[in-house]
Antibody
């Protein structure tokens, strides 16, 4: 079965760092892009960016460039999204999803990771 | 930056047809994809590449695209179709990938 399993919920304080994960199974992880999507409470979906595990190529939305770092580890079929200094405005649900190429859909989604940033 | 525009909400009676539109300047050149999201759940792909229905998606879901507008149509709406629907596409150079703001479909 093709699936993406994300790490559990996180509660952090402003200024702390965080790395959340998305582990793939059932397909060739290195041949698909992994996208990250933010959904703030009660709001819509926002495309954050994408990472290609095969060569660690990344592309970020201008809104998220410099705010987060995406990476991938082919040895564990896991993609990562990390922050060096969290803000309260980073409070959201974060989804990973796979995409074979830019003109194809996000066809498999993780279950989401809730990140809460509060002092 | 590129934007896709969706109406915030659509209301429809059971058995009727719901049409959800997505407008964007690059849609004549780029595919539109549609996702359904129910409360507390991850999005699910319901239409790919403007018109393709993935395996497992009911036949009442269909997609079309003309000019700068893509449309998701749900014929014979059922109560279980009540959800948020998002379109997804890219700008003409495929530099910016965006989601529309989402349309909440309410089944009366």
């Amino acid at each position: 079965e093709v699936q993406l399993v994300q790490s559990g919920p996180e509660v952090k304080k402003p200024g702390e760092s965080l790395k959340i994960s998305c582990q793939a199974s059932g397909y060739s992880f290195s041949n698909y892009w992994t996208a990250w999507v933010r959904q703030m409470p009660g709001k819509g979906l926002e495309w954050m960016g994408i990472v290609y595990p095969g060569d660690s190529n990344t592309r970020y939305s201008p809104s998220f460039q410099g705010q987060v770092t995406m990476s991938a580890d082919m040895s564990t079929s896991t993609a990562y999204l990390q922050w060096s200094s969290l803000k309260a405005s980073d409070t959201a649900m974060y989804y990973c999803a796979r995409q074979i190429s830019g003109d194809n859909p996000l066809d498999v989604w993780g279950q989401g990771t809730t990140v809460t940033v509060s002092s | 930056s590129y934007e896709l525009t969706q109406a915030p909400s659509v209301s429809v009676s059971p058995g009727e047809t719901a049409r959800i539109t997505c407008s964007g300047d690059a849609l004549p050149k780029q595919y539109a994809f549609w996702y359904q999201q129910k409360p507390g759940q991850a999005p699910v792909l319901v239409i790919s590449k403007d018109t393709e229905r993935p395996s497992g998606i009911p036949e009442r879901f269909s997609g079309s695209s003309s000019g700068t507008t893509a449309t998701l149509t749900i014929r014979g709406v059922q109560a279980e179709d009540e959800a948020d629907y998002y379109c997804h596409s890219a700008d003409s150079s495929a530099t910016y990938v965006v989601f529309g703001g989402g349309t909440k479909v309410t089944v009366l």
